[in-house]
């Protein structure tokens, strides 16, 4: 389970601890608890490394290659975890014993759409859909000139198969598309009304 100093700190004056910071590098060294980031921690090490990315930094969810990889879309794991944030203004990055947790900003109009989330136990987070991690994932790029640049990058950059991008919803990719001030969402947007490669 989570919990931040201030939790703990509760938690260890009611037990009777007259110094419960004391207490808290005490049960850290003793290994009863772990600490993810300054004023964060969890009583296991089994903790799934997409709720430590959801508690890390909030508001957030999983998306770009995490959340892509989770739908199957791109065809290796992904050793860090990505998730996506709103007014943030750069790139975060937290090394933890769970990996490396990537934050990226995305708009805020965009950032509330097609998210879904997962459940189990107390591991709790945000999942970005498959189409929502593909355009946060083309928002991050730079930007790509034509259409032909465009397949290039979702089919031999990113190696998403042909079959699995045409099993998208094209209304979702859409609909999305116009939430994000990118040329690269235009440029797919404008894709996706022309047939494919």
């Avoid at 065809?75 to 860090?80: C, I, K, L, Q, S």
Wanted: aromatic share 10%; proline share 6%.
């Amino acid at each position: 389970m989570l919990k931040d100093t201030q939790m703990l700190m509760m938690e260890l004056t009611r037990q009777g601890y007259k110094v419960p910071l004391v207490r808290i590098g005490t049960l850290v060294k003793q290994g009863k608890l772990f600490r993810i980031i300054r004023g964060l921690y969890t009583d296991t090490r089994t903790i799934d490394p997409f709720t430590v990315s959801a508690a890390v930094l909030q508001p957030s969810y999983i998306s770009f290659e995490s959340a892509l990889s989770v739908h199957g879309l791109i065809p290796e794991g992904v050793p860090n975890v990505t998730a996506a944030t709103f007014g943030k203004r750069r790139c975060k990055t937290y090394e933890t014993d769970w990996g490396l947790l990537i934050y990226r900003d995305v708009p805020k109009k965009a950032f509330p759409e097609e998210l879904k989330l997962f459940e189990n136990g107390s591991d709790n987070y945000l999942l970005a859909g498959p189409e929502k991690a593909l355009c946060d994932k083309l928002y991050s790029v730079s930007p790509l000139r034509s259409r032909k640049a465009l397949w290039e990058w979702l089919f031999e950059d990113m190696r998403i198969e042909e079959e699995d991008f045409r099993n998208l919803s094209a209304v979702a990719l859409n609909q999305l598309s116009k939430l994000y001030p990118s040329t690269n969402l235009k440029l797919l947007a404008g894709a996706l009304t022309r047939k494919k490669p």
